[in-house]
């Protein structure tokens, strides 16, 4: 048995199928994650916010040490602030992010489930499937070909 040298292990690895699709998933996601941002933040955040006025859950926060200063003004201590706003901002980022998300899921599922009806004409069975469908039932019907 020959040995293998590491560059023929390496292509063998990278060349597997499931490598090449989480690849390409982990491509097409980062790419849908700007679209969803993008969506968030410039069309949907801005809508809301007018909704509530303009407020912003960022500049919630409580001061539980405020910052100790010389007597020039400089800061010798910083301040000790809980930003509660900006873990309900980032909550309601995320909510509105999945609620985007499960849209174009959702989509996207109704298109697969249109695609996979066999009983479907406007989409055509591939010619393979047409192929080892009759075959199929040649075999079932225990009739040779002639």
């Known amino acids: ?3 293998k040298s590491f560059f023929q292990e390496f292509k063998q690895f990278a060349v597997k199928g499931n490598m090449i699709d989480l690849a390409v998933g982990i491509i097409i ?6 679209i969803v941002n ?8 801005p809508a809301l916010g007018m909704l509530v006025g303009n407020f912003d859950f960022k500049h919630l926060q409580i001061v ?3 910052a100790e200063r010389d ?6 201590e910083e301040a000790v602030i809980v930003k509660y706003g900006d873990f309900i ?4 980022d ?7 998300i499960f849209a174009f899921v959702k989509i996207i599922n109704g298109w697969k489930t249109k695609a996979e009806d066999t009983n479907n004409k406007e989409i055509p069975t591939p010619k393979d499937i047409q192929l080892l469908s009759e075959i199929r ?3 079932k019907e225990g009739k040779p070909n002639s």
């Open 1 to 3: 048995m020959a040995k």
């Open 38 to 45: 993008s969506l968030v933040q410039s069309v949907l955040m």
């Open 71 to 76: 007597p020039q003004g400089n800061i010798t």
């Open 94 to 100: 995320f909510f509105i992010i999945a609620l985007v």
């Open 89 to 92: 901002q980032a909550a309601f």
């Open 29 to 34: 996601g980062t790419a849908f994650t700007r």
């Open 64 to 66: 539980l040490k405020k």
């Open 137 to 139: 039932d040649i075999l």
